[in-house]
């Protein structure tokens, strides 16, 4: 069965205040997209990448393949107003039945392993959503008061966000709605039960600075091979 990675990198990094999205700020001299793109064509030699890019950046997104990568392997398309239309953009170019990782272009420290066990657990039962412990305390806010939130019943959901695409792409036609956080929320919506996988606690999503320096302290303690390569 084929395998695609939907790489949607379409943020502008507003909350990394900086004029450069964070897709394409530079991890021991090379852009993050780098890093994730990479990571998803170790795991499976066969998979097809699907970048999905800010309509004003896509040419900077092509240099990175043009650096790097096949085009053979890759293909680029502009992303929409909200993540759920990028994702909709996205699908348009998936034209055969396989499995679809749906992976936030910034959260480049995903490791193959995380990739193919998500990829195992779609295989088996339609959806895979990584997810990892909340180790905080939390607390849910009410109109009126607040209240403590047992956290062993709380989770961190993380991606590649794993489904058949006959699934995703069927889910993906309904109407858009704000509630639609994530791809797991549209499936949900859609009628679906949403299967969970362990995901890796180094799985950060870059957004602000301070997790720009997390990504570079953890990528230098990595395997050459692996990472900076």
Request: aromatic share 8%; proline share 5%; with cysteine.
């Amino acid at each position: 069965m084929k395998k695609y990675a939907l790489i949607v990198a379409g943020g502008t990094g507003t909350r990394m205040g900086s004029p450069t999205p964070k897709q394409f700020l530079l991890l021991h001299d090379k852009p993050v997209l780098y890093y994730t793109i990479r990571t998803f064509l170790e795991a499976y030699p066969d998979i097809q990448i699907i970048l999905v890019l800010p309509e004003d950046f896509t040419d900077m997104g092509r240099e990175i393949i043009d650096a790097w990568f096949d085009y053979s392997r890759i293909r680029v398309t502009a992303g929409g107003e909200t993540r759920f239309h990028s994702v909709q953009n996205g699908l348009q170019l998936i034209d055969e039945d396989g499995i679809v990782f749906v992976h936030d272009g910034v959260r480049c420290l995903l490791t193959p392993d995380l990739i193919r066990r998500c990829h195992d657990k779609a295989l088996e039962n339609g959806s895979a959503i990584p997810v990892v412990p909340c180790r905080d305390s939390v607390r849910l806010l009410t109109a009126a008061d607040n209240e403590a939130i047992e956290r062993t019943r709380l989770v961190l959901v993380q991606t590649p966000q794993t489904f058949h695409s006959r699934i995703l792409q069927s889910a993906f036609a309904i109407d858009y709605k704000e509630r639609f956080t994530d791809e797991a929320t549209v499936v949900e919506a859609y009628g679906l039960k949403i299967e969970l996988v362990e995901g890796e606690e180094d799985n950060i999503k870059i957004t602000r600075p301070v997790d720009l320096q997390v990504a570079e302290a953890i990528l230098g303690q990595r395997r050459p091979g692996h990472a900076l390569a």
